[in-house]
Each structure stands twice: as C-alpha cells, then as structure tokens.
C-alpha cells in the first residue's frame, strides 16, 4: 500500500468516505487555481466539515510526512492553491457557516469558506457590510482572502483584508488548533495574526475568521473622468489625494483596456479617451456632496475633456460595469494574456506608465492598463497569442520587467494577488538573502519539515534543520569581528 | 575581568568610549521606565548613534550571552524597558534624525529616538502629521512606540502605531540588520512588520521607522457633555457609533477622575455630573458640521444635561485639559495609584463599569474611570495609599480583577500600554498554553538564547532548546491517537 493509500484509508475512517477523494477524474477538478497555467492533479483530496477535520487531516499529512496544500473556492490569481502532486489538496469549501453576526460590536464570525459577498448579504439588514471587495468576490472565500490579504477597489480607503480580521482560529501546520487574535482590536503579545494574513497557506490553515463589519455608507457618489493620456489621469489623482480626500476608489483604465471593455460591454466610455478615471466618493451625504464638488474641480483643472456623474444607482453600475469586466474584456482584443499585479507609489504613476509603455514597445508587446490609482496597484494586462512562436516568451519578458519598475520605484512585486507559485522566482529581486531567510525563521518555526504548501512564496526553501543556520556564513555581520565591522 | 568588563572594553573600542556607561551613579538614572514601582539598575548602558552601532552592540551581547534591552525615552507604562541587572541597556535616544520628509507619497523615515510629536511638527509646514498620539507624545519616541505599538485618544478614528508604521530596519536578536516592510501599503512574504511592532523589545532593535503621514484635517471640532451616570455617557458613546459616525476622539470620565482633574487644574466641567464625555470630530467641514449636529442631538437623547462646544482652540484646549491631566490629576486625591489598562467590547462598557465598582467596593478600594470610551479602551485608577497597610495589595487584587471582568467580557488584558514586565503574569488568563507556546516559536526562532529583553511579554519563558517541543505532551491533539481525538 502506498502511503497515499494509507493516508486515504486513515482519513475514510476519521472522516467520511464520501469526503476524501482519490479518483483522478475527480481530481482534476482542482487542478489550478485562476492562474490556469499552472496545473497539477493532487493525489487526494479531503473535504473537512469541521475544524477538527481539518486537523485531523493536518495531523495525518504530518505523520505521513505528506505534503498539503489548503484551497477555498480557487479563485487566486498567482497560483497559491496549486495543488502538490504527491500531497493533499485540503478544501475548505464545506466550512459555509456564518458562526455569528454581531453589528452591535462590528464583528462576525465566519467559516473559512463563507463567500465574500455573502458575509455583506447577512450584515446588509442590519446597515453593515465586509469592505474589501475583490473583482471575485462573488465566488471568492474568506479562507481564501485571508489567505492572500486580498484586496479590491475599494480599499483605497478601507484597507485590505489584513485591516478587517480581528480574530482567526487556526490549524497549524502540526496539525494544533491555536487561536490568534480575538474580537478586540489589538490583543498583547505578537500580532501573529497579521503575520498569518497573507502567509498563503504556508503557516496553517484558518478554520474560524472573526472579521469587522463596516457601517454601511449613507451616501455614494461616481464620476467617470475622460482625460486625453494617463499622464493627466494621474496627475488628477495626486490632486485629489493631495487635496486631502479619500474616495473609496479611484480607478484607471488606460486606451486599450478602455477599447477592450467597449467590445465586450459596451460600457459606452467618452470617445477618444486616452485613459478614464472612475472615483467613488462614500460617506455622510454633507462630506460626499461637498468633497463630490472638490473631485469634479480638480479632474477639471487636471484637463479632463468630459466628467460624467452618476444620477442614480443604474448609471453608477454603468461605469462600473466597463471595469469590472476589464480582465475578462481583454479577450475580445487578445486571445491570450497575462494579469500583472505591482504596486508603485501613486506619485510614480506617470513616470512608470511611461516606462512601461517603453518596454513593451521594446519588445513588440501590447499592454493595457487597469488600476486602482488611488493607492498605486497596478494591474498590466500583457497581451500576447500563444500560437505565435515567441510571443508568450516576450510577454513573460515584459510582464517580469513591469515588476522591476515597480522595485526600482520603491515599490512591490505584488499589490493584492499574492505570491504563490507564480511570482515566488521574484522575491530576491526584492528582498536580500538575510530577508528571506528571517521570514523563513517563522516558517521553520511552524512548519519544520515543510509540508505546508511548499514550493509557495519562497524561491529556495530553506532547509529548517541547519539552525542556527543565520548564523553559518552569508552575512558580513555575523563573519566580522568586531573591529572589522566598525 | 568579569562578562562585563570585557564586554564594556568591547564596546568602548566598537563604539567611542563616552557611549558606553559603566558608572553605577550614571547606571542609576536607568533604572526604571514610566512604570516606576519596578526598578533594576543595568550593569551597562549603551548610547549608539547609528544603526551599525545598534547591530555592534547586539553582536557584542549575543557573543558574550549577555542580555540586553533597548529603550527609548523610558516613558512606557508596562515597564518594558525595564533593565536586566546582568544585561546592557541599548539606549535609542541618540538615533534622532528625521532622515526623510516626503509629504507628497504622506511617507516619513525617522529614527528611533525622534519624539513622536517632533515628526507631527516636521510635517505640519507640508500640510500633514503623524497621527497616533500618546498622551507622552511630547516625550515618547517612535522607537518605543514601535515597540509598544502605542495608542492615544485619537486612535479611534486613525487606528494605532501598526497602522501607521510601513516600514521597519531592525536589528535582529542576533545582530543582523534586516529590513521589514516599505513604504508601499504592503509587501509580499509574511508580514513580520506587524509581529515586530508591539513585540515589546523581544524581537530586535528599531533602528529605522518609516512612518505613513496622515493629511491635516479641514475642521475639528469638540464638545464636552455632562451626563447624570456612566450608563448614560455610555450609551451616548454606542449611539454615535451606532449611527456610522467615527469620532476622531470620544473620552470618558467618570465622578472621582472629574473631581481629581478639578482638584488640579480647575478645568470648569460642569458641576455635577457624573460622568463627562469629550466627543472631537474632525475632517471636510462639511462632514464635521453636519456630523456634529448629529452627535449633539444623540448626547442630548442619551440624557446630557449639559453640553459645551468648543467656540474656538483656546476652548477646545480648555476641554482637553481635564482629560490630559486626568492621570496626574489623581495625585491630588490619592496618594498612590495604578494606572491600569484593558479593553472590552465597547458595547459591554456600562456592565463592565458597574462590575468594577461593585468588585472595588468589595475591598474598599476607590477606582476612578478615564478612558477611550469609542474604541472600549479602559483606563481604570485604582487608589491607594501605601502607607496604610494592606492597602497596596487590596488595589493590586481589584487591578487584576478589573483584567479578568475585560478577559470575561470578550477583551483583553491591554489595549496600548503593554504587556512588558507588569502584565506577563496575566498572559495565561488571556491565553492557552499552546497559544503562549505558538507565539513563542516565533520568539526563540529570533532569538533561541533568549537575549532580547527577556522576563518581558511571557510568563514562563520556553526552552528553545528543547524542539520540536510543541509535540511533546501538553496539547491532547499531540498526544492523541486520531480515533481518540475523532
């Protein structure tokens, strides 16, 4: 019997039969996340129903020395729920319970694989919402945005998923259920609770997520801004920033996404527009109103040719509806592409958009542009067709150079869609050797044999049972004598 | 020559010999932080002025297993500078350069030892400040801000020091210089930044602070309404809150902490009341004016039967004193007092409220209320005078009284001083042990000799030796076969 085998006859017996798959028919279904060009068919699937389940599994992986990979609803954008072909594919998507709702304290508590959207629905009668709001947060999980500090439009004002956790119960990845945090807003000791928002499944499992719900606006205001180039899109929105407001969104698409949308939606955006702004004001109706007049002015002043203003709740999903459909539009002008996420300081904007528009024209290469401005995430759509012998290489090429622009403008390699096994050769560009190594003193510390979605995040994974390795070589410091470091 | 002697000639010749302090007289001004009933001279004192400075001493430590505590102005409340009296103190003080102003990305990158207000006052010519603020913030330092992860009263609206700290250079426990976080609003990997700020000193040494700028607001504007009872200045704060409005500031007092303030400072709050609220908008004008109505009307339905507003910044000041001078205030009305610090559920304040009184009442002890009501933050002070006997012990067993009513309550056992020396022996009412034992990986990964600040945070320190210790008895999961624990 392989120990996959018996891995799947111990978790029958511990679950259900019906909750461990093996079939490769079955398997395959979860074969990639939504980066499809990653794919690999994991040897078994488990489907937990409860936190004991899912360490049970843990534990049983742990034993078996086994590999395990969690994933929500595979909705991620950088392959962190790739599965391990020899491992344990660990889905949470049977963990849909609200737990708890309570708006009186701001807080609910939730499953792991509650939907997004869904968490608002509940809180909605009771005047509140769940602020991050990523494009899929129709299908996305919570498991799986805590999982990737997921982002969304509006946390430009809000902030990411990592600002609205307050409490996490979690699996470790020995297979202990530890609590981190709580329902207060900080709790003593270490913050390991913002250390395991965004770890992409490499330090453990969530299974109960205690979330802040947020007062639902009393007023919403859209603008749609047609400017002639990105250059005075962005300088519109250093203005406004500077001028001390804080739009829930300012979103920007650039000509060819503009185009793109067009064709797919006919969101009927301002003819001629070299780049549009989409800025969301929300708040107390005499804030929305009087800043509304501020954006208007200083989009105007910024050289915009056309300002249109959403009368009502069907001309605002009007605009919105040409962004929200940009990723999936661009497959009207390109049949294949590549989804690019950085981050750049929004003063930055102009200079890396030039920039960008330099490289792919170096290279032959057409890149549309769809961002959130407001805090300077980039989303480069790279267009290629892979029928073209050399196309995807010089897409691959551009998209890789889009990501050291950003580094070289004090900026990252990832704005909202993570690391996983997609951007993880990346992370040297960013970090020195010492960096990744302290951030892999914590992984060694949870997880010392590596079986917690490895081959994620980091380039070369650390060999935990070298401590104390940091302190063997590499770094100057710890080589020096005293004198010679002075 | 002892440790400390050789490591003293070490350091004289590493760093320049008026750097290092070996004085006893000298040692003596050392001895204890703004948590003064603790006190322990250090066997050395060092004054580095640069980070390199900070990593040779560190080095120094870790060679000759010294341990060592940083601290920066010595104003903490939990005594989490407090020396070790084998250890050296790595005084911060000296790192005081703004070394970068950058209004227009609202970034700053200060030193450790820059007073808190001073980065407010570099920035405000720009138009912007820096936005937690501790009552010591004509004092404290950011890098022990850092360390603490520091509150303030207008840390309702603006969040605390992890929310504005975007960036970290740290020395490592063992000396090595790594760089946490950036300037941009995240960065891939796990977010050691918000595990490092408020690790109280057990995780390295701050050596450089790069710090989000918040835009000055438009207006502010404060009030001060008397109510008859806490319940109603309470409910008051749950209605406002209740109706979407966040406050940039909402503090209370009760009877004995407005009686202490009058004592001091004559601050003229209304005669009378039973508890006082200081309510403090700020923002767009507009927002402020049409929120303040608001808030005026929601005092007026909870039962204030006096509201003041603030006619111009003399007024507002005059408003303010009471509060600001409430800790010190105290002095007049007793002769010695805990300041003592939790959080709760803000919905939960006026049951926690009565509980305190009916447990102070219980002993004979007075307790007098100020606290930031908005965000559930209690600063309850527990009177006494040591010199009437068994009186201290009394007020320190209603202190941690008031700890467990927060734990009970859904809280926790500090909400801005600390943990530091004063509190780690509440951590295990608060936590389990494998929650203890979880945060603890992360420390002896770090620091596997226990050097950095040890005796603070943890109760009970763990033997890092002794890994994988987790899986060695203690947790039921650990030890259970999977059919048992099924």
Redesign the interface.
């Given at each position: 019997m392989s120990d996959i085998d018996a891995l799947a006859a111990?978790l029958r017996?511990?679950l259900a039969p019906d909750q461990v798959l093996t079939d490769r028919q079955q398997l395959r279904t979860y074969e990639c996340d939504g980066l499809a060009n990653y794919k690999v068919i994991p040897a078994l699937v488990a489907l937990p129903r409860s936190a004991?389940q899912v360490?049970?599994v843990v534990?049983?992986c742990v034993d078996a020395k086994v590999p395990f990979v969690a994933r929500g609803s595979g909705t991620g954008l950088s392959g962190g729920a790739l599965p391990h072909a020899d491992g344990v594919l660990i889905v949470t998507s049977q963990l849909r319970d609200i737990v708890e709702l309570r708006p009186?304290?701001?807080r609910a508590v939730v499953q792991p694989g509650v939907i997004n959207l869904q968490v608002t629905q509940a809180a909605t009668p009771y005047?509140y919402y769940y602020a991050p709001d990523p494009s899929s947060q129709q299908i996305c999980s919570i498991g799986g945005n805590v999982a990737e500090?997921s982002g969304g439009a509006h946390c430009l004002k809000y902030g990411?998923t990592?600002?609205h956790v307050t409490g996490l119960q979690v699996v470790?990845p020995?297979?202990?259920?530890?609590?981190?945090g709580?329902?207060?807003?900080?709790?003593?000791?270490?913050?390991?609770?913002?250390?395991f928002?965004?770890?992409e499944g490499t330090?453990g499992i969530a299974t109960e997520v205690t979330v802040r719900l947020t007062?639902?606006?009393?007023s919403v205001r859209t603008l749609l801004a047609a400017f002639a180039s990105t250059d005075q899109a962005g300088a519109a929105t250093?203005a406004i920033?500077?001028a001390?407001?804080v739009p829930a969104a300012i979103e920007m698409m650039d000509v060819l996404s503009i185009e793109a949308a067009e064709a797919a939606v006919h969101c009927g955006y301002p003819a001629g527009a070299g780049a549009v702004l989409i800025v969301e004001l929300d708040?107390?109706?005499?804030?929305v109103?009087?800043?509304f007049d501020e954006v208007t002015r200083l989009c105007d002043e910024a050289g915009a040719f056309e300002i249109r203003v959403a009368a009502d709740d069907t001309e605002r999903q009007l605009i919105w509806r040409g962004r929200k459909s940009a990723f999936a539009a661009v497959g009207r002008i390109s049949p294949d592409y590549i989804v690019q996420d950085g981050?750049?300081?929004?003063?930055a904007l102009p200079e890396v958009l030039r920039r960008i528009n330099e490289v792919a024209a170096g290279h032959g290469v057409r890149v549309a542009n769809v961002f959130h401005a407001g805090?300077?995430n980039l989303h480069p759509l790279v267009l290629f067709d892979a029928r073209v012998p050399g196309e995807a290489e010089r897409a691959e090429t551009v998209s890789g150079a889009i990501l050291d622009l950003c580094i070289e403008h004090?900026?990252?390699?990832?704005?909202?869609h993570?690391?996983g096994v997609d951007?993880a050769r990346y992370?040297p560009r960013?970090?020195?050797d010492?960096?990744?190594d302290?951030?892999q003193?914590?992984?060694?510390?949870?997880d010392?044999d590596g079986l917690a979605n490895p081959g994620k995040?980091?380039p070369t994974p650390r060999l935990c049972g070298e401590?104390?390795g940091?302190?063997q070589g590499a770094?100057p410091?710890?080589e020096a004598g005293?004198?010679e470091?002075?």
């Amino acid at each position: 019997m392989s120990d996959i085998d018996a891995l799947a006859a111990r978790l029958r017996a511990g679950l259900a039969p019906d909750q461990v798959l093996t079939d490769r028919q079955q398997l395959r279904t979860y074969e990639c996340d939504g980066l499809a060009n990653y794919k690999v068919i994991p040897a078994l699937v488990a489907l937990p129903r409860s936190a004991e389940q899912v360490a049970i599994v843990v534990r049983a992986c742990v034993d078996a020395k086994v590999p395990f990979v969690a994933r929500g609803s595979g909705t991620g954008l950088s392959g962190g729920a790739l599965p391990h072909a020899d491992g344990v594919l660990i889905v949470t998507s049977q963990l849909r319970d609200i737990v708890e709702l309570r708006p009186e304290d701001e807080r609910a508590v939730v499953q792991p694989g509650v939907i997004n959207l869904q968490v608002t629905q509940a809180a909605t009668p009771y005047g509140y919402y769940y602020a991050p709001d990523p494009s899929s947060q129709q299908i996305c999980s919570i498991g799986g945005n805590v999982a990737e500090n997921s982002g969304g439009a509006h946390c430009l004002k809000y902030g990411f998923t990592t600002n609205h956790v307050t409490g996490l119960q979690v699996v470790a990845p020995d297979g202990e259920q530890v609590q981190l945090g709580g329902a207060a807003p900080d709790t003593p000791g270490y913050d390991l609770l913002g250390a395991f928002v965004g770890s992409e499944g490499t330090l453990g499992i969530a299974t109960e997520v205690t979330v802040r719900l947020t007062r639902l606006p009393e007023s919403v205001r859209t603008l749609l801004a047609a400017f002639a180039s990105t250059d005075q899109a962005g300088a519109a929105t250093s203005a406004i920033i500077a001028a001390g407001v804080v739009p829930a969104a300012i979103e920007m698409m650039d000509v060819l996404s503009i185009e793109a949308a067009e064709a797919a939606v006919h969101c009927g955006y301002p003819a001629g527009a070299g780049a549009v702004l989409i800025v969301e004001l929300d708040g107390p109706d005499a804030e929305v109103r009087a800043q509304f007049d501020e954006v208007t002015r200083l989009c105007d002043e910024a050289g915009a040719f056309e300002i249109r203003v959403a009368a009502d709740d069907t001309e605002r999903q009007l605009i919105w509806r040409g962004r929200k459909s940009a990723f999936a539009a661009v497959g009207r002008i390109s049949p294949d592409y590549i989804v690019q996420d950085g981050v750049i300081p929004r003063t930055a904007l102009p200079e890396v958009l030039r920039r960008i528009n330099e490289v792919a024209a170096g290279h032959g290469v057409r890149v549309a542009n769809v961002f959130h401005a407001g805090d300077g995430n980039l989303h480069p759509l790279v267009l290629f067709d892979a029928r073209v012998p050399g196309e995807a290489e010089r897409a691959e090429t551009v998209s890789g150079a889009i990501l050291d622009l950003c580094i070289e403008h004090g900026g990252s390699i990832t704005g909202e869609h993570g690391v996983g096994v997609d951007k993880a050769r990346y992370m040297p560009r960013m970090f020195t050797d010492t960096d990744l190594d302290t951030m892999q003193l914590v992984r060694c510390a949870f997880d010392p044999d590596g079986l917690a979605n490895p081959g994620k995040v980091f380039p070369t994974p650390r060999l935990c049972g070298e401590r104390p390795g940091r302190h063997q070589g590499a770094h100057p410091l710890q080589e020096a004598g005293l004198g010679e470091v002075f």
